[in-house]
Structures are given as C-alpha cells and as structure tokens.
C-alpha cells in the first residue's frame, strides 16, 4: 500500500502563509495515479482543494486556486501545498490523499490543523 507522510499546518495570522508537504516514501508520486489535497473546515463536509496526477496535470477548485499552489518535487518523492494570503476561513483540517486506480486504493495522510487568526 500507499503510505503517506505528512507535515505542515500550524497556526498563522491573516495574510500569512504555510506549506504542507506529503512525502511518499514506498513509491515514486509519478506511479500513482493522483495525489491530492483536501480540507474540512469545523462543521462542514470534505473538500478538495487541488490535486495533481502522475503525469504533473494540476488541477484546482474550490476557491482557493488563486492563493494555493500544489507543486511536487520527484526526485523526493513529495507533493506540496503552498498556501499564502491565508484567511480565516481556510482554517480547518488539511489532508493529503493518494489515489491508485488500478489497485482501486486511496491512502488519506493524519492530516494537519491550520488556523488563521484575524
């Protein structure tokens, strides 16, 4: 299976920044079919912020593609979340997830807590 390291969050003024890394250490993030990021915020459902698949296509939605960045390093095997201009209401849970169509497996990271203070 996949396994999943991940790293980041932390609390951070308004207007601040941070960067969640998802390190795989079993597989190389080019194998696997998608690698994304997703939040849940206090009271509310999961949702994804931004992926990217094993050929490099990135793709956004829910918002914050203007102010977040998913990147990956593959000689490191990490994928990358670069968040600025952070907002209150980008507070909550982050997660990474892998998918593997073929095996039809997902791997969630622990996920991290982000709070952005006023």
């Known amino acids: 299976q996949v396994q999943l390291a991940e790293s980041g969050g932390g609390s951070v003024q308004l207007g601040g920044s941070l960067r969640h890394s998802c390190r795989v250490p079993?597989?190389?993030?080019?194998?696997?079919?998608?690698v994304s990021w997703h939040r849940q915020a206090p009271g509310k459902q999961s949702e994804m912020v931004a992926s990217?698949?094993?050929?490099?296509?990135?793709y956004y939605e829910n918002g914050p593609e203007g102010r977040f960045t998913i990147s990956r390093d593959i000689a490191k095997n990490i994928v990358y979340l670069q968040m600025n201009n952070l907002q209150p209401d980008d507070t909550g849970v982050y997660y990474c997830k892998a998918d593997q169509n073929l095996a039809r497996t997902s791997t969630w990271g622990r996920g991290t807590q982000v709070t952005v203070s006023s």
């Open positions: 079993n597989k190389q993030i080019t194998e696997i079919s998608r």
């Open positions: 990217v698949n094993g050929y490099g296509r990135i």
